[in-house]
Nanobody
Framework: QVQLVESGGGLVQPGGSLRLSCVAS????????MGWYRQAPGKERELVAS???????TYPASVKGRFTISRDNAKNTVYLQMNSLKPEDTAVYYC??????????????WGKGTLVTVSS
């Protein structure tokens, strides 16, 4: 019953910006860690950014200083602001979150992804 739905992907020129959003819906008691991953053609899925329920963030070196993850707990939403985009950022971007329902059971959920293409 829990769903994660991403939005905000598209085509952008090198050096441009995009803001991705991911909304969690369904029977939700608590959302712990949330994150963004990406998968480029022929490559493995990789972590782009993560954020704890308290707001602590983690980034790999490839995006640090260019990407910013944030969340709005009242809206069950996580965002990814991407600046200074490069062609190598082209990938399908996936949202994930560890969500507990009212039974206390928690598990990781994934969205279906949104395509980001950086090209001139």
């Amino acid at each position: 019953q829990v769903q994660l739905v991403e939005s905000g992907g598209g085509l952008v020129q090198p050096g441009g910006s995009l803001r991705l959003s991911c909304v969690a819906s369904g029977i939700i008691l608590r959302i712990n860690n949330m994150g963004w991953y990406r998968q480029a053609p022929g490559k493995e899925r990789e972590l782009v950014a993560s954020i704890t329920s308290g707001g602590s963030t983690t980034y790999p070196a490839s995006v640090k200083g260019r990407f910013t993850i944030s969340r709005d707990n009242a809206k069950n939403t996580v965002y990814l602001q991407m600046n200074s985009l490069k062609p190598e950022d082209t990938a399908v971007y996936y949202c994930n979150a560890f969500i507990s329902d009212y039974s206390g059971t928690g598990m990781w959920y994934w969205g279906k992804g949104t395509l980001v293409t950086v090209s001139s």
